[in-house]
């Protein structure tokens, strides 16, 4: 269902880049506009082989005006059917040859063209009748798609349509393929306009999906929709109708998602890629057949059964592509279009293929890469060794290839290798988001009567769910020492080790040694890719503690992960997770909300409850911030469903702590009085976690509670809380109930301006709207009026669904 990994770099990056000006709805909206002038005589689109300049076609057929007569000629399709180009010969019935200048592209032209309402036609009548003025002609817009398909005779009769009857031509063509010499000369002469169509980008594929699917699209989704088809339009269009009658595709809390637990069979794109590699020979199509079954296939293997020029026809034609590297090695053009041709291959005619292709020469080392060809020697009847399939194990996990691990996994026989399939298909599970049905096959695992190796690994991947409450917390054993308990001397230990200091560290309030521990447990998996399961669950809390080291460089680096359509789906989930609670600490709720409302979309059946009680709970409080108190609540009960569903509810950790501290946030908001966040302080307070204290106090006065910005007991408890606490984070909340508790409008406006460095951009607006009331009394009208509007471009900020960019500062009044 995932693309396979072999999405190399350079394709990758084509929809990663940003589009370059002129962007599609800026060409558009230049072409829509053009067409009606009289001074426009023609234009030409020129992109790459599914760039979108079909779609781009449809597009301006859809938006030009119904008074204009609008011709459209498919250059691919139609022109190389219809045969315009008689201009040189034509034969007679007795078998000659004569010349006939342009009478058959005439009639054909006039054909496809068909009648024109606007023509005059006289009435039959016996006498003449009045002369009747000629109706006015509509301009007459030719749109020709594929333009460099058409042979030089039609192009000539369509371009003698121009100055003949004022006609504007709108053409597409391949950037691989030159312009006829006549369309280039019209370009030179400047009778032509050209734009370029830029590949085909992230960005651009959510607006498509958003827009045929008529709604909100999870930007995961789309991505992983954009990759699966190789940047190309039409596929795309193809794929998602197909996904969503497949409820591949569904519609969750007002957001398109994937659902990972769907199978699709794409037959809107298999119709498709069939009929794009009919007219190919029958050499050409058993090669590109076989490619797609065992990619990646050595390139010495295809041309020696099936001819170089056969390869080199494919290649051409861009249906295949040979990856970098030695051996070389050759794949389809896209995961998509190798799904459409090997669901067109009937089981039989791929048993044949694989009998006859030669062996490639498969080992334990080269399994993980060639596992599609072992799924299709299984499917073929043929047999593997259980060794030679468990050591493709690695490719269990990534989402690319999991699908095809757990395809793989049945064709182990052996009793004594049961335990390793099962781990094996458990891995899988993991890779593909589905920790519902992994869990159990893990505990399984982890209990007597498996195999010892297998009851290691189980146990791993156990405590590695366990940080994120998909599964029962597992207790440590840390190794003794002279000195008290010590880390232990296992790896994966180890980090649970870390991460249960760190969460320690950091609600005791020591946030630069919490920061110390997480660092360590994240180095170590960075390390060690066996331990690379455990990256989710630590990636959460170590976002925390950046956090409260306002340390947002390396946050802002950890969390850029353009490639999340390529990790595992919990991987995906804590990212936005973070994103979000790293916008929201920093006061900018519409970013958050942006950023959590489809990630809590994908979360509701994810088997990760605490993830989702954090996400629900984060959301509720952007959504009361931002004035939405229907859904604020909506979110504070789905965060309370959510703690309820946990594995342990009685989990006192890190996660549950924010949780509870944003749902009274958000109910304190809403309900505007501040006594859920007061109960909450109380109890962070009897469970000795200061910090977690210190952030309630702190939400009170954000909240806008007259009381709680007043309340100088309040205020007094929040300066001695920061005094305790360490770490940066420490000291601007120290920095902010100072200010507030000394009221002084010079203090307070060099407090916004410190807060502002820090990022702390919703204490920095309170400190300045104060500072401005402060001035306004004193009547210091140009102070109160700087204040004033420093608090407004931070307000600015809070506004926009973008969060400001690493440095942003709200500047100067004035400048």
Known sequence: MLPDPWLDEDTVTVGLRPPTFPDRKQI??????????????????????????????????????????????????????????????????????????????????????????????????????KRHPEPKRPPLVLLVDDIHFVDPASLAVLLQLMPGFGATLVATADSRRPLPPDLYQLWEDGFLEQYILAPFTFS????????????????????????????????????????????????????????????????????????????????????????ALAEPLALDVVEHSFGQKAVEHLLDARHIRVLPGRPPLVRTSSWLRGEGIRLSVPRSRSTALRLGIEEPGL????????????????DSGLSLSDELILAAAPAADKPSTAELAIRASVGVNGPGHRDEARMLRARALIAEGQLKEAAPELRELEGEGSQPEVQADAARRLMALSLLGAASPMPLKPDGGAHGPAAPSDPAARVMWNVHQAEQLLLSGDAPQALEKSSVAITAIGADPVLEMFRPGVLLRHVVCLRHNLSWSQLDALLDCPWAYAVPAQVAWCLDVARGYAQLSQGLPRAALRTLEPVVAELHDSGLPPVLQLASAMLAYSAALCGDSEQATARVQQSLVAAKDAVDPTDKGLLPQLSALFVAAAQDKVSRKPGHLFAVAEAFHDRQSPLMEAEALTLMMLNASRSAVEDLVVQRRLSELAA????????????????????????????????????????????????????????????????????????????????????????????
């Open 204 to 291: 651009e594929a959510q607006a498509l999906c958003e827009d045929v699917l008529g709604g909100k699209v999870q930007r995961r989704a789309s991505s992983l929709l954009a990759a699966m088809c190789g940047f190309n339009v039409g596929l795309l269009c193809l794929a998602i109708q197909d996904a969503r009658n497949a409820h591949l595709l569904v519609q969750r809390d007002g957001y398109w998602t994937i659902d990972v637990r769907a199978h699709c069979q794409w037959p809107g794109v298999v119709e498709h890629v069939r009929a794009d590699i009919s007219h190919h020979a029958a050499e050409e199509l058993k090669a590109l057949e076989v490619i």
């Open 724 to 815: 305790s606490l360490q770490g940066a984070g420490a000291a601007a909340t120290g920095t902010f109930a100072s200010a507030l508790l000394g009221n002084d409008p010079r203090l307070l406006e060099s407090a916004g301006r410190s807060l502002s460095g820090d990022r702390q951009f919703a204490q920095a607006a309170l400190c300045y709207a104060r500072a401005a009331s402060g001035y306004e009394a004193r009547t210091r009208g140009a102070a109160s009026r700087r204040a004033w509007t420093l608090m407004e471009r931070l307000h600015g900020a809070f506004d926009n669904d973008v969060a400001p960019p690493l440095g942003w500062l709200p500047g100067t009044a004035g400048h």
């Open 363 to 378: 080992t334990a080392d080269s399994a993980p890469a060639m596992l599609r060809w072992m799924t299709w020697t299984l």
């Open 28 to 129: 558009l909206d230049l072409i829509l506009a053009a067409v009606p002038s009289p001074s426009t005589n023609g234009i030409v689109v020129i992109g790459d082989s599914g760039s979108g300049k079909s779609h781009l076609l449809l597009s301006i057929k859809a938006g030009l005006q119904d008074s204009m007569d609008v011709r459209t000629f498919a250059g691919k399709a139609e022109l190389q059917t219809t045969v315009y180009g008689a201009l040189s010969a034509a034969v007679q019935p007795s078998g000659e040859q004569t010349d006939l200048p342009g009478l058959h592209v005439l009639r054909a032209l006039t054909q496809s063209l068909g009648p024109a309402g606007y023509l005059y036609t006289p009435p039959v009548t016996r006498r003449r009748s």
